[in-house]
């Protein structure tokens, strides 16, 4: 299983950005699918889940600026943040708990590389 991270870049604040994550390889399901980021000297941390069923959940400081959002027949899911601030620059990884056999409900946790999110003042 891979996953592709796309859409990093620089914007200026107050802009807006879209990342993209395509899922790839032996699935049968995408169980939870998670947006991490880490700035620079500090730990990775979730930014956003999104459920198969849809539900979403944020980090305090991105609620209403950030939208998580998937598409279950692509294996694909979408991190669409507006009014960005210089402290969302970040390094942002896609995380996503797969089942690649339909035989069991055993899942793992894979990692995309990470694309860098420069928001600038």
């Known amino acids: 299983v891979q996953l592709q991270a796309s859409g990093g870049g620089l914007v200026q604040a107050g802009g807006s950005l879209g990342l993209s994550c395509a899922a790839s390889?032996?699935?049968?399901?995408?169980?939870?699918m998670n947006w991490f980021r880490q700035a620079p000297g500090k730990e990775r941390k979730l930014v956003a889940t999104i459920t198969r069923r849809g539900t979403t959940d944020y980090v305090d400081s991105v609620k209403g600026r950030f939208t998580i959002s998937r598409d279950n027949a692509r294996n694909m899911f979408y991190l669409q943040m507006n009014t960005l601030r210089p402290e969302d620059t970040a390094v942002y990884y896609c995380?996503?708990?797969?089942?690649?056999?339909?035989?069991?409900?055993?899942?793992?946790?894979?990692w995309g590389q990470g694309t860098l999110v420069t928001v600038s003042s």
């Open positions: 390889g032996r699935i049968f399901r995408i169980e939870n």
């Open positions: 995380n996503a708990d797969v089942r690649t056999d339909v035989r069991s409900t055993y899942s793992r946790f894979y």
